[in-house]
């Protein structure tokens, strides 16, 4: 059995990537990583499904016995990717989604440059800040940082293969999707075996 594909989805807070992953795991047979996390949970959060919620000494005890696939700090709060769950599923053949930032995104692409990095965009700057402001998670001051940041982020774009605008969820999804089902059918991943048991048959 061949090796599951890694998905890196990136893109700003409030482009829609979360909203999108979720609705990818129950369209298509894939799985989704679950980060850990120093962040206090939002309400409506959940322990083992948003995120894996730890303390700062746990986070870095993890660290110290080389858990994690990639980690960054982003805003104020340390994320990371746990590594055993991912690398077991790859290994049996199951198709993993990383929903992750920017630079967690670089580090899994130097590790890992068979992964495919789609990027999420919010349709403007207009929208983003209305979506921002809508969750009503975040104060004003925190919804202007997270703007300024997007700026950052999006200059990451140029090392994606894939980029999606979530202007309308429903096509933002099929477009995500599309993608992935066609990461499947790459010449370069594993079309040997196959020719190699055509010359079999022959
Ligand atoms: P939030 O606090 O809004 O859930 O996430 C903040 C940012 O951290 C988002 O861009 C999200 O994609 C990113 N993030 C979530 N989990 C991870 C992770 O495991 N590693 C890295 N590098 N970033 C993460």
């Known amino acids: ?5 890694l998905f890196v989805v990136s893109g700003p807070s409030g482009a829609g990537k979360g909203t999108i992953c979720q609705r990818i795991i129950r369209e298509l047979d894939i799985d989704l990583s679950v980060s850990m996390t120093t962040r206090s949970p939002r ?6 499904v948003s995120y894996y919620f730890v303390t700062r000494q746990e986070f870095e005890q993890r660290i110290e016995q080389g858990g994690f696939l990639e980690y960054a700090q982003v805003y104020d709060n340390f994320y990371g990717t746990p ?7 790859l290994v049996a053949g199951r198709d993993v989604i990383l929903e992750i930032d920017p630079q967690g995104a670089m580090k899994i692409k130097e590790s890992y440059p068979d992964g495919i990095f789609i990027f999420i965009l919010p349709p403007s700057m207009k929208e ?12 004003a001051d925190a919804v202007n940082r997270r703007l300024r940041e997007t700026l950052t982020e999006i200059s990451y774009i140029e090392k994606y293969d894939y980029c999606v605008v979530n202007d309308d969820l429903e096509e933002a999804v ?3 999707a599309s993608i992935m089902r066609a990461e499947h059918s790459r010449v370069s991943r594993g079309v040997q075996d196959l020719i190699a048991r055509y010359k079999e048959e022959v």
């Not at 059995?1 to 594909?5: D, T």
């Not at 590594?83 to 599923?89: G, I, L, N, S, Y």
Request: hydrophobic share 20%.
């Open 83 to 89: 590594k055993e769950m991912v690398m077991e599923r």
């Open 1 to 5: 059995m061949g090796r599951g594909l």
């Open 128 to 139: 983003l800040r209305r979506r921002l402001t809508g969750r009503r998670t975040e104060s």
């Open 174 to 176: 099929e477009r995500t």
């Open 43 to 48: 309400t409506g959060e959940t322990h083992g």
